[in-house]
């Protein structure tokens, strides 16, 4: 990565981050910002205590007590290892990494699309509002575009040859047509949406064609920051999966919370929330089939040491057993038969 002249500085930051802190550390610490700066990693630099030392302009002493006291009160991230002391702006070192990231995304954009990424952009972004961020092919949370028909077969950057996909999902499509991968829309995908952006142009006015509750909930949907959203559809999939237990309705804040803790653990790429809850719904017991146990509902799937009982398989079916499915990989070989 070149070396760029200049780096943000947040005056308001910096002064809240150092204000408790010597003048002497303060010091030190832009210093050392500075030479983070033209790290190779930028935001990480790794010396001798001797070379710190050269750096702080004060003895060897001196330095390496500044650098703990920088590494004590976590101003900078100190790690030492043998002679070496490698020192870390986690902000710097954060945004060098997404800066790194963002460049690869758009080569990734330029390749797919073989247009300019910010064309790429602008084409995208409605399209995945559109779909309010939820994958046409799995339902859940979805921040890449797919091209159904793709570029390479003749498919366009029509609107109607465009859906919001996750990347899972993507990455499995690859280069191919729905038929060639096997994948279909999911169950609430509403195709609807493709056909008539083709024909009527304004993508703004889409009100005629759903139903007045539906327009609620986009609404709503659209407020809420992003988490919120991946919330509310890990809720939704819920309500889709499984019929047989109580409706979830209200996203309340110990709800969003526990979903949120539950996302972070089982990232939605990851684990397969539509199985989990595809897993339920098969289970007699857990939905009250067999009349042992009703009180399962949205709250108690979402319980962390519940979900780990359910993907055991706990709670299958005892007479399926091995012949139906085994656990998660027999709902992932249910739901992809052709996967391996
Ligand atoms: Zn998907």
């Known amino acids: 990565?070149?070396?760029?002249?200049?780096?943000?500085?947040?005056?308001?930051?910096?002064?809240?981050?150092?204000?408790?802190?010597?003048?002497?550390?303060?010091g030190a610490w832009i210093r050392i910002c500075c030479k983070l700066w033209w790290s190779d990693e930028r935001g990480k630099l790794t010396r001798s205590d001797e070379q710190w030392s050269r750096i702080l302009r004060v003895d060897n002493g001196k330095a390496t007590s500044i650098l703990d006291y920088i590494g004590e009160h976590k101003i900078g991230l100190v790690e030492k290892q043998g002679n070496n002391i490698t020192v870390t702006s986690r902000r710097m070192y954060r945004e060098y990494k997404s800066s790194i990231s963002n460049k690869e995304r758009q080569a990734k954009f330029r390749e797919k699309g073989g247009g300019d990424p910010e064309n790429w952009t602008s084409i995208r972004i409605p399209i995945l509002k559109r779909d309010e961020y939820m994958c046409a092919y799995c339902g859940r949370r979805g921040d890449t575009v797919d091209h159904i028909t793709p570029k390479s077969q003749g498919g366009t950057e029509d609107e109607s040859n465009l859906v919001a996909c996750c990347k899972r999902c993507n990455s499995r499509k690859g280069d191919r047509t729905l038929e060639e991968s096997g994948m279909t829309f999911w169950k609430g995908y509403d195709i609807e949406k493709l056909q008539y952006n083709t024909n009527i142009t304004p993508p703004s006015s889409s009100s005629s064609s759903s139903s007045s509750s539906e327009e609620v909930?986009?609404?709503?949907?659209?407020?809420?920051?992003?988490?919120?959203?991946?919330?509310?559809?890990?809720?939704?999939?819920?309500?889709?999966?499984?019929?047989?237990?109580?409706?979830?309705?209200?996203?309340?804040?110990t709800r969003k919370q526990r979903v949120t803790a539950r996302l972070r653990e089982y990232p939605e790429d990851e684990l397969l929330w539509v199985d989990y809850f595809k897993m339920v719904e098969s289970s007699d017991f857990l939905t009250g089939r067999n009349g042992k146990w009703t009180s399962c509902n949205f709250d108690w799937l979402m319980n962390e040491n519940?979900?780990?009982?359910?993907?055991?398989?706990?709670?299958?079916?005892?007479?399926?057993?091995?012949a139906s499915f085994d656990g998660i990989e027999g709902v992932l070989k249910e739901a992809f038969p052709d996967a391996d």
């Open 1 to 26: 990565m070149g070396k760029q002249p200049s780096f943000q500085f947040y005056p308001n930051d910096w002064s809240r981050d150092l204000e408790e802190y010597p003048l002497e550390i303060e």
């Open 217 to 253: 909930i986009k609404k709503d949907v659209k407020k809420r920051d992003s988490t919120a959203n991946a919330v509310q559809g890990i809720v939704d999939l819920y309500n889709e999966h499984c019929p047989s237990l109580p409706r979830a309705q209200r996203i309340s804040k």
């Open 306 to 322: 519940n979900i780990i009982k359910v993907l055991e398989g706990t709670y299958n079916n005892k007479e399926q057993g091995q």
